[in-house]
């Protein structure tokens, strides 16, 4: 498609018009716009209603064949202007104004645009042609002839001849190809009688337009084809000769049927992935809840909190989880930890994980036990799994912690290939518990360290996967001393504001889309 000049339009009155029509813009100003015009690339000029008569005489001047639209904001404003183009010598027939003010005009502007690339079109294919014509100067009459009948004879396009009143004069064979009909029998015809109801009245809108305006113009329409089926015809009606377009016009005709229904099929295609795509998304989000405590417990003299942000837009099943739950009397077992990978197979390794630890738990006090019991089922996982090739492994942090009966709460933390857990005090110095172990289930033993700390009343412990430091903005991490800060930051708020501050900070740090799964535990020892 050709250029279109812009005259003094706000980018915003248009840019329906640019993203339906494609064309490409040009500013200048109303000095320069005559230089500016190529009668041979130039489609149209937009220009503010203000730049008036003048700027149409002297675009019309430039390239008689290029649409002039003029921009006004008041309905009544462009009325008048209008009046004032109709009577005024030196404007192009191709001369409008329009509001602003009035529904649709955009797309009656972008309408005008398609009629004026069409218009291109036709003007550049007349050129060829007559080019074509032009090398047989100086030729027999009768050799011209034969050229001009092997191009209408074998043109691979449907091509029918009609008076101005749109009756078939002449049809070439392959219209009869796609007409399903001998040409001979489309001769003498009415080109609206191919086709049915609204279809027949829009052919012969566009006859009479082209005959009365000497434009082309272009329709899909639809008719029934021989063997019932709806058959699609891209219908181009140009004048004979631009100059006279009384005389008659030529109607092209392409079989379209093909191409629209393999359109129609990709769109099918395309609504049922989205559809496909959301009920994943909603499973998969449904099976994610599963593997997440429905709410954490009240404990006296604990507060707790927690905050989970799927990675992306949360339709892949992802490996982060985090788990609490009461293992005796006033004894409790949280855990934060990453399965690698995504999909159900991470999922089933987070299930099988959550309920080993459960298990292992609640039998078993020593925490240095639980995490080797852990390791030790999902190294036998490992093993099945490598032998499909589908080997995983897991990393965990894991606390168990009792209130203290003088106050603050007994924390017992162990790691197995885990960030360690972090401990914002009293006074607003970050700590981090020096529990170190193995990632999980990668060989089946290991030594795991656990450290035992006390949360005195207003501390808190945060529990977090990798996709709090890991998360990236470019080459950046967040990491871990900007973690600290922010914990810093917090000495004294509610485990809410903890948790919440950290799944906002990580959020923002990537532009509002988490890269991986994000999941934090925070654990505060309530204040008398």
């Not at 027999?140 to 008076?163: K, M, N, R």
Request: proline share 5%.
């Amino acid at each position: 498609m050709g250029e279109v000049l812009v005259v003094g339009v706000p980018d915003v009155a248009i840019e329906h018009v640019v993203e339906r029509t494609g064309v490409q813009l040009r500013r200048v100003s109303p000095e320069a716009v005559a230089d500016a015009v190529d009668p041979g690339r130039t489609l149209a000029v937009l220009a503010d209603a203000s730049a008036g008569v003048a700027l149409a005489q002297a675009v019309h001047r430039a390239g008689p064949h290029v649409v002039v639209v003029l921009v006004a904001d008041d309905p009544s404003e462009c009325e008048q202007l209008r009046s004032v183009l109709a009577v005024t010598p030196g404007i192009g027939r191709h001369t409008t104004c329009v509001s602003t003010g009035a529904h649709g005009w955009q797309d009656d502007l972008a309408d005008e645009l398609d009629r004026a690339r069409l218009r291109q079109e036709h003007q550049h294919t007349l050129t060829q042609v007559r080019g074509a014509v032009g090398s047989f100067e100086g030729t027999p009459p009768e050799t011209l002839s034969v050229y001009l009948g092997q191009l209408f004879e074998h043109a691979p396009v449907g091509i029918l001849l009609c008076d101005p009143a749109g009756v078939v004069r002449s049809a070439n064979p392959q219209s009869g190809e796609v007409l399903e009909w001998e040409p001979l029998r489309a001769v003498g015809t009415a080109l609206p009688s191919l086709f049915h109801g609204q279809e027949a009245d829009i052919a012969a809108d566009l006859i009479r337009a082209c005959v009365r305006l000497g434009e082309p113009g272009r329709v899909t329409l639809t008719r029934t084809s021989s063997d019932g089926e709806l058959q699609h015809l891209d219908v181009t009606v140009a004048p004979v000769d631009p100059d006279h377009w009384d005389l008659g016009v030529f109607v092209l005709l392409r079989d379209e049927t093909a191409r629209i229904r393999a359109i129609e099929a990709m769109e099918q295609a395309r609504r049922t992935a989205e559809a496909d795509a959301e009920r994943y998304a909603e499973l998969a989000w449904t099976l994610q809840e599963s593997l997440l405590p429905p709410d954490l417990p009240a404990i006296e003299g604990i507060e707790l909190a927690a905050r989970f942000h799927p990675a992306g837009d949360g339709s892949e099943i992802g490996g982060d989880f985090y788990d609490l739950f009461e293992v005796r009397d006033d004894e409790w077992f949280a855990v934060v930890g990453d399965v690698c990978g995504k999909g159900a197979g991470a999922a089933r390794l987070t299930a099988l994980t959550r309920y080993t630890l459960r298990a292992t738990g609640m039998r078993i006090r020593n925490l240095e036990r639980n995490l080797a019991d852990l390791n030790a089922v999902l190294a036998h996982q490992y093993e099945q799994d490598r032998n499909r090739k589908q080997h995983r492994f897991a990393t965990a942090a894991v606390v168990r912690f009792r209130c203290a009966p003088e106050g603050g709460v007994l924390v017992r933390a162990g790691s197995g290939g885990h960030p360690a857990p972090l401990v914002l005090r009293r006074d607003g110095t970050v700590e981090e518990l020096p529990c170190r172990g193995p990632l999980l289930g990668v060989f089946d033993t290991g030594t795991f360290t656990t450290h035992a700390t006390r949360l005195e009343p207003g501390e808190v412990l945060v529990l977090h996967t990798d996709g709090v430091t890991e998360a990236r903005r470019g080459r950046e991490e967040f990491g871990e001393d900007r973690l600290r800060e922010l914990l810093a930051s917090k000495q004294g708020r509610p485990a809410e504001s903890v948790a919440g501050a950290i799944q906002a900070a990580v959020l923002e740090f990537q532009g509002g889309v988490a890269r991986d799964d994000i999941a934090v535990l925070a654990l505060r020892a309530a204040e008398r």
